[in-house]
Each structure stands twice: as C-alpha cells, then as structure tokens.
C-alpha cells in the first residue's frame, strides 16, 4: 500500500493528484499544521530527519521531496505522464518545468510572503521581491500561452508541479484573470481535471 503523509495547505496535494492520474491506490495520512508557527508537527521528524511534507511510504521506502517523488511514481506506475525522449521539444519542456516550479518560482513566492510578514522591516527589499514575482509570472504567463499545457498539447507532470506555485500566486501574489488570463485558463484546465477534484476530496477527508 501506498501511504501519503499529507498536510493541510501543502505541497503534498500534487502526489495526491498524480496517484489520482495514475489510478493508484493510496492511503493518506493528514497531519495538521500547529495554528501558532503554521510549521508541520515536529512528530514527522520520525519519518524523515527534516520533517517536511510530502513524505511518501512505498515499496518499502520512505521518499522525501516533491520532485522526486514525482519522478519515483511516474518511472514505476505513470510513464505515460511524461513526454518521451523521442518528442524532443515537448519533453525538455516538461522537464524544465518539472525543475522551474520549485528551482524558481516558489523560492521568489516564498521571498514575497516572508517578506509580507516582515512588516516595515521588508521595506528595503520590497520593491525588489515584487519586481521578481512580477517577472516569473509575467515570464509563465506568456508561455502558457503558447500551448494548451506547459509541455505541449498534452497534460503531463510538469502541469501537476507548476499547479501548487500557480496557486499560491493567486492567493499570495494577486494573479488573477485579468492580468494572466492564459496562467487563469491553464489553472482552470488542471483544476477540472477529475483526478485533481478526487486528489482535493481525500485530501479533505471528503471522499
């Protein structure tokens, strides 16, 4: 059985919602985050030394970081989620996306809620921080235009990996229809998806 450590608010939704693509079975195990710090309960360090979700027990293993366990699943039970090799354009697209969503965008919405929290101690480094975001989103926004999913004309992982960076710009960063209307269009095709709705539901304990 596959077990899913999953967090409320996380990245741990996107291994929900691959597993709900591969039609996997799965077990998920929600843990909460303390309403004072927003920190994961210190008790996952017994999982794993960092003590970060998603953390993902199968086959014997206990996988750690999104990406790779992203990686894990797809070379094991979802092959078909990423691009081959044999379509060149499509599948180094995907796997720049693959490394961009936690490589980039996500340290640059991280910087920006820090700094959203910093109060006039940010003041200093705001400009900046919003010049960034406003530059990776503005860089997305026109890729995601050139294509019905961020690899190609097919859905794949890498539009599973960029969804949890898209949405926290929208609650954290102001994107909206307005000013990214193709980033808008993309992330209402991923939250569609009946495997993302499903991944939503147990992630809830709604399903």
Do not use: C
């Not at 235009?145 to 599973?160: E, M, T």
């Amino acid at each position: 059985m596959i077990r899913v450590h999953h967090l409320n608010i996380s990245r741990s939704l996107r291994v929900l919602w691959l597993l709900e693509e591969a039609g996997l079975d799965y077990e998920v195990v929600r843990h909460k985050r303390d309403t004072k710090t927003m920190r994961a309960p210190l008790a996952l360090r017994n999982l794993h030394p960092l003590g970060k979700l998603p953390i993902v027990e199968m086959d014997g293993q206990v996988l750690a970081e999104t990406g790779l366990i992203i990686e894990y699943i797809l070379a094991a039970h979802a092959p078909h989620l990423a691009p081959a090799a044999t379509d060149a354009q499509a599948h180094w697209r995907y796997r720049y996306w693959m490394h961009y969503a936690e490589g980039s965008l996500m340290p640059q919405l991280l910087l920006k809620l820090i700094a959203g929290k910093m109060g006039i101690l940010a003041l200093p480094i705001r400009g900046m921080v919003n010049e960034q975001v406003k530059l990776h989103l503005d860089y997305v926004e026109q890729e995601a235009g050139r294509s019905p999913w961020l690899a190609g004309d097919q859905f794949s992982a890498a539009d599973i990996m960029m969804s949890f960076p898209l949405e926290v710009a929208v609650m954290r960063a102001g994107l909206n229809a307005q000013n990214s209307p193709h980033i808008s269009r993309l992330l209402q095709a991923m939250q569609a998806r009946p495997a993302y709705q499903r991944a939503v539901a147990k992630a809830a304990d709604k399903a």
